[in-house]
């Protein structure tokens, strides 16, 4: 059973790991730690999976009445996917040395659309459920 202790610590992993990198890259050159930044942010999604999946699959139960909001943050889960997988594709580290200025935007743009995505989970989905009792 995953409580909501579980999301909040894994949304707190995932946006530290996520801020980390966004002010590592805002920083400019040296980037000795990129790699690993990178690295802990993909982790910290990762190991955030198992968590979302349990809340998404009582969630689609308890959100039955109220699908328009259940599906959209779906659909912003499933866009910001795309667009993570998006941004490695393209950004590899021949790219980023070749314009990090432009890399530290993408970074930035990418953090705070995870953000509004987490908080949407967070107050739109989460919250409403555990008020209501309901605990994946």
């Known amino acids: 059973m995953m409580r ?5 610590r894994s949304h707190e992993a ?3 790991a996520a801020y980390a990198l966004r002010d590592c890259v805002r920083a400019g050159p040296p980037l000795t730690d ?3 930044l990178r690295m802990n942010l993909a982790n910290a999604v990762r190991e955030h999976l198992p968590t979302q999946q349990g809340w998404n699959k009582e969630a ?3 959100f039955a009445d ?3 909001t259940y599906e959209r943050i779906m659909e912003e889960d499933r866009e910001l996917r795309l667009r993570y ?3 490695i594709r393209r950004w590899s580290s021949n790219a980023i ?3 990090v200025p432009a890399y530290a935007a993408d970074v930035a743009t990418l953090v705070e659309r995870l953000d509004r995505y987490l908080r949407s989970l967070e107050h739109e989905l989460y919250k409403p459920m555990h008020q209501a009792g309901i605990e994946a």
Not at 4 to 8: A, H, L, M
């Open 97 to 99: 040395a070749s314009n």
């Open 85 to 87: 997988s998006d941004h």
């Open 34 to 36: 990129l790699g690993r």
């Open 60 to 62: 689609r139960g308890y």
């Open 66 to 68: 109220q699908m328009p």
């Open 14 to 16: 995932i946006r530290a």
């Open 4 to 8: 909501p202790d579980d999301s909040r």
